[in-house]
Structure formats: structure tokens, C-alpha cells
């Protein structure tokens, strides 16, 4: 008796570990708080044209929620929608910070701290001089624009993206001490 008691809570628990992970009330309640965190930090930051705390956030969830950073990613790009209007200006938003996010889940997890207050920024400043490039062809697209159109609009914008990239190497620097701070949190919350 006692064996068919084992053999069925071992069939039990084969059955929980094969479900897809749900997302607890509490997760999602967190998630949605950090998604609002980077919309509020955005719209505190528009005092500053082009400088924002937008990529710092988007690798610091990224880091430690790892495939789950993307709940609060898109809870912020729909929240700005939301606020801003669905125009065409909001199209490359569903991309552009999903780029970030994936180039971050291929940095390799393990290095040392004095490593990845290096690469961290760097990246993160890469991508805010990208950013023009990146959201251009669906401008184009959107706008009817020419391949040269396209050209002539990134290069125009590209004082800006400078503007953007410093502003996401000195944010870059806090993406290390918030990660550590972010994983103690989460870890209380479990």
C-alpha cells in the first residue's frame, strides 16, 4: 500500500514539473510595479532630451528575472502607449527594447563584478547609440520613406543618439548595484 502511495505522488509531482510556469498574483503585481517604475522614471527623465533610465532598467530585470523581464518590459512599452497615444512613434517600441533585452540574455552569466560594471555599461550605451538604426526601418516603413530617406534620417538623428549612448553609459553604471539590490528583494518576496 504504502508503495502505490509513493508511486502516485511521484506520478504527482512529474505531472506539476512538466506544466509551463504560471505567474503568481505576487509576481505579476511585482512585475507590474518595475514595468511603472521605468514608465515613471521615463516621464521624470523627459526634463532631459534623449536621457533616460529606460535601457539601465531593461538589463537590470533582464539580469536577474532572466526570461520573465519581459512582463515588465512590455507593461511599460503598453503604459506608454497608453499615456502617449498608439502612433506610429510606439510601433518600434515593441521591438527595439526586446533587442536589448535579448542581447543581454547572451552575456554570459558568470563574470567577475569588475567585469560587468564595464561590459554592462558599454552595452548598454551601444545600444543607445543603435537606437536610431534600430527604430529606423520601421519609421521608413511606416512613412513611406526610400532606402536613402531611411539614411538621411538616421544620420540627422545621430547627435541624438550620441546624446542617448553617454546617457546609458553613466546609467549603465548602475545596472550592477541595482542587480544586487533587485535579487535581495526578490529573494524576501519567495
Request: positive net charge.
Amino acid at each position: 500500500m504504502r508503495e502505490q502511495n509513493t508511486d502516485l505522488n511521484t506520478q504527482r509531482n512529474n505531472k506539476r514539473e512538466r506544466r509551463p510556469a504560471r505567474l503568481r498574483i505576487r509576481e505579476l503585481a511585482i512585475f507590474a510595479m518595475l514595468g511603472t517604475v521605468m514608465f515613471c522614471s521615463k516621464i521624470i527623465m523627459e526634463l532631459l532630451p534623449n536621457i533616460h533610465l529606460l535601457g539601465m532598467f531593461t538589463m537590470t530585470y533582464t539580469l536577474v528575472l532572466r526570461k520573465k523581464a519581459l512582463i515588465p518590459i512590455y507593461i511599460y512599452v503598453f503604459v506608454n502607449g497608453l499615456y502617449a497615444g498608439f502612433a506610429t512613434w510606439w510601433v518600434p517600441y515593441l521591438y527595439v527594447w526586446t533587442i536589448l533585452w535579448a542581447v543581454t540574455m547572451l552575456l554570459p552569466k558568470r563574470m567577475p563584478r569588475r567585469v560587468k560594471m564595464i561590459v554592462y555599461p558599454i552595452v548598454c550605451c551601444i545600444h543607445g547609440l543603435s537606437f536610431g538604426i534600430l527604430y529606423a526601418p520601421t519609421e521608413a516603413l511606416l512613412r513611406g520613406m526610400s532606402f536613402e530617406g531611411m539614411i538621411t534620417w538616421i544620420v540627422m538623428g545621430f547627435p541624438m543618439d550620441i546624446i542617448h549612448g553617454i546617457g546609458n553609459l553613466f546609467a549603465g553604471m548602475l545596472i550592477v548595484p541595482l542587480c544586487e539590490l533587485l535579487e535581495k528583494l526578490m529573494k524576501k518576496t519567495y
